[in-house]
T-cell receptor
Framework: AQSVSQHNHHVILSEAASLELGCNYS??????LFWYVQYPGQHLQLLLK??????LVKGIKGFEAEFIKSKFSFNLRKPSVQWSDTAEYFC??????????????FGRGTQLTVWP | GAGVSQSPRYKVAKRGQDVALRCDPI?????LFWYQQALGQGPEFLTY????????KSGLPSDRFFAERPEGSVSTLKIQRTQQEDSAVYLC??????????FGPGTRLTVT
């Protein structure tokens, strides 16, 4: 079965620091990759996604992620974080084929706290 | 337009009670997913509907869990004889395209 690993459970940064959150998945076939964000008191929102093409994808609010197939990784980055980026971040994967297209496999999440 | 809505937002049940959780997907979305999110964990897949057909229920943890979507729109997740381990946030997501899901706010279930 597919699995997703997020290495950092809680990251604490000061404003303007750079961010990189790690995500690795285990699935040898075609995958679609996602980062979701959950701001305090809000529901899960899509931050960015990768289906095919350029492995460097850009999302909302200045976030980007790089798909490295050989490393089974899809790390999230942001050059300069803001206090408003405080949230929980989830990496997720769907298999490219299967009876349940779109079934998401999530990592356990990384809580990002940004101090002003 | 309106997003995915779920009700109730919070539910407290005594162990052994039955509960029903409702999901109103975005209008026109054919796919509907239910996930369970335990404290400190990521969401885990429970079941999937395409219109009214339940195509995958492999994630339902036991036969106490039952989901339906009789008219291809609103869905209900029912848990019979609730147990403490059922305490979690239950998330509903809908999509028009297979890989673009929109999540609701979730129902936080606490079993005492």
């Amino acid at each position: 079965a597919q699995s997703v690993s997020q290495h950092n459970h809680h990251v604490i940064l000061s404003e303007a620091a750079s961010l990189e959150l790690g995500c690795n998945y285990s699935y040898g076939g075609t995958v679609n990759l996602f980062w979701y964000v959950q701001y305090p008191g809000q529901h899960l929102q899509l931050l960015l996604k990768y289906f095919s093409g350029d492995p460097l994808v850009k999302g909302i609010k200045g976030f980007e992620a790089e798909f490295i197939k050989s490393k089974f990784s899809f790390n999230l980055r942001k050059p300069s974080v803001q206090w408003s980026d405080t949230a929980e971040y989830f990496c997720a994967v769907t298999a490219g084929r299967g009876s349940t297209l779109g079934r998401l496999y999530f990592g356990r999440g990384t809580q990002l706290t940004v101090w002003p | 337009g309106a997003g995915v809505s779920q009700s109730p937002r919070y539910k407290v049940a005594k162990r052994g009670q039955d509960v029903a959780l409702r999901c109103d997907p975005i209008s026109g979305h054919v796919s509907l997913f239910w996930y369970q999110q335990a404290l400190g964990q990521g969401p885990e897949f429970l079941t999937y509907f395409q219109n009214e057909a339940q195509l995958d229920k492999s994630g339902l943890p036991s036969d106490r869990f039952f989901a339906e979507r009789p008219e291809g729109s609103v869905s209900t997740l029912k848990i019979q004889r609730t147990q403490q381990e059922d305490s979690a946030v239950y998330l509903c997501a809908s999509s028009f395209l297979p890989h673009e899901q929109y999540f609701g706010p979730g129902t936080r279930l606490t079993v005492t």
